[in-house]
């Protein structure tokens, strides 16, 4: 895909920009690393939750979110293709290890040239590790995402130099947070030919690809995020959840199934490849500790979104004719849309889940 930007025009001018900033490596081209920042730059890969905008240009109808009233709580109420009403896990991830606020898309056409040293999410709302999800939903796949990476090398590569990158690669963060497509949308109609157990095989063993090759492409220290408590999102328990909408138990089961593969393959990988750092992080226990104590963080809701009736709109049906229904507060909501949660869940989240083991990535 062609860039609205070029890197080969950075200079020393764009440096004095981040006089803010410190240099990561001493000699030939600096690297800016924010004061007190715990990695010079964040990478993420993955699906809606971790996107900021990379759809905003592609075709797709099932996974695109750049029309209010998503975005309604972010900054001037802008829709940027954030799968919320403000910021999500690759902002507060970003924020929390203080690279900057935002992360922005890879694919944003206003990226500007010193964003590119700090990170970009190369995310896309609607893909999986199983090449099926992606191509259902006509989004980008997460071998499309490692394309853009490669790519990315490329332009930083002609200021840096090839050694440098290197070392600038191999002390930054590479965060991947994909698989619930998979599991929600895609095992269904894979039924015919897996149960469970073989089709979460499939998909741990397409992550574990992944990684190894983003291993190769030059990443050292990577957060591998397990699948939350994916039966008890607003939409799932919609369909699968009976009358009393309670959480749906499959989709919770083979959640689990899954997380318990992806760790244990995350440890093999960790003593496979030599100087890599991975570590596995829960997803699930923390957001069911909140949908179980909703009252601990002033939540309300929790069993359906802010957005519409809160039980099946998400992405193309949570819109503007949804506006009449749609909560007036999302701050009492753990779930914006029937799929993804609210800003304030994100920001109790984030830190829930990355203060796990990130020691073990330092």
């Known amino acids: 895909m062609n860039m609205m930007f070029l890197?080969?025009?950075?200079?020393?001018?764009?440096?004095i920009l981040l006089s803010i900033f410190v240099p990561v490596f001493s000699g030939g081209c600096t690297v800016a690393l924010a004061k007190n920042a715990t990695f010079p730059a964040i990478f993420v890969f993955g699906d809606s939750i971790v996107d900021?905008?990379?759809?905003?240009?592609?075709?797709t109808t099932q996974a695109k979110c750049n029309f209010p009233p998503y975005g309604r709580d972010f900054e001037g109420g802008k829709p940027t293709g954030r799968f919320s009403n403000g910021k999500v896990p690759s902002d507060f991830a970003a924020e929390l290890y203080g690279i900057k606020e935002l992360l922005p898309a890879y694919l944003d056409p206003t990226l500007q040239p010193q964003d590119l040293l700090t990170g970009v999410t190369?995310?896309?709302?609607?893909?999986?590790?199983?090449?099926?999800?992606s191509k259902i939903a006509s989004v980008y796949s997460m071998s499309?995402?490692?394309?853009?990476?490669?790519?990315?090398?490329?332009?930083?590569?002609?200021?840096l130099g090839e050694e440098q990158v290197a070392s600038f690669l191999s002390k930054s963060l590479f965060l991947a947070f994909c698989g619930t497509?998979?599991?929600a949308s895609t095992y269904p109609l894979r039924r015919a030919e897996y149960d469970i157990d073989s089709y979460t095989d499939l998909t741990v063993?397409?992550?574990s690809q992944f990684f190894q090759e983003l291993y190769e492409a030059g990443a050292r220290r990577v957060a591998v995020l397990g699948l939350p408590?994916?039966?008890?999102?607003?939409?799932?328990?919609?369909?699968a959840g009976g009358l009393t909408r309670s959480c749906a138990g499959d989709e919770n089961h083979g959640a689990l199934l899954y997380n318990s593969k992806l760790s244990a393959q995350t440890a093999s990988l960790k003593n496979k490849l030599p100087g890599l750092k991975i570590a596995y992080f829960d997803v699930y226990n923390p957001l069911m500790y909140i949908i179980q104590n909703p009252q601990k963080y002033g939540f309300e809701y929790t069993n359906k979104g802010c957005c519409g009736t809160g039980e099946i709109e998400v992405s193309m049906l949570c819109n503007h004719l949804s506006d009449g229904q749609t909560c007036t507060d999302a701050s009492k909501f753990v779930f914006w849309d029937s799929y993804h949660p609210t800003e304030?869940?994100?920001?109790?989240?984030?830190?829930?889940?990355?203060?796990?083991?990130i020691k073990e990535l330092l």
């Not at 900021?52 to 075709?59: A, H, L, R, V």
């Open 344 to 357: 304030k869940a994100y920001k109790i989240l984030t830190p829930m889940i990355l203060n796990q083991h």
């Open 205 to 207: 063993s397409s992550a």
């Open 122 to 133: 190369f995310a896309s709302g609607g893909a999986g590790y199983d090449p099926l999800t």
């Open 181 to 183: 497509n998979d599991i």
């Open 144 to 159: 499309d995402q490692l394309d853009f990476f490669k790519e990315y090398k490329e332009k930083i590569k002609s200021v």
């Open 7 to 15: 890197l080969h025009s950075f200079s020393s001018t764009n440096l």
């Open 229 to 239: 408590a994916i039966g008890c999102v607003p939409s799932q328990r919609t369909l």
């Open 52 to 59: 900021t905008g990379n759809n905003n240009n592609i075709t």
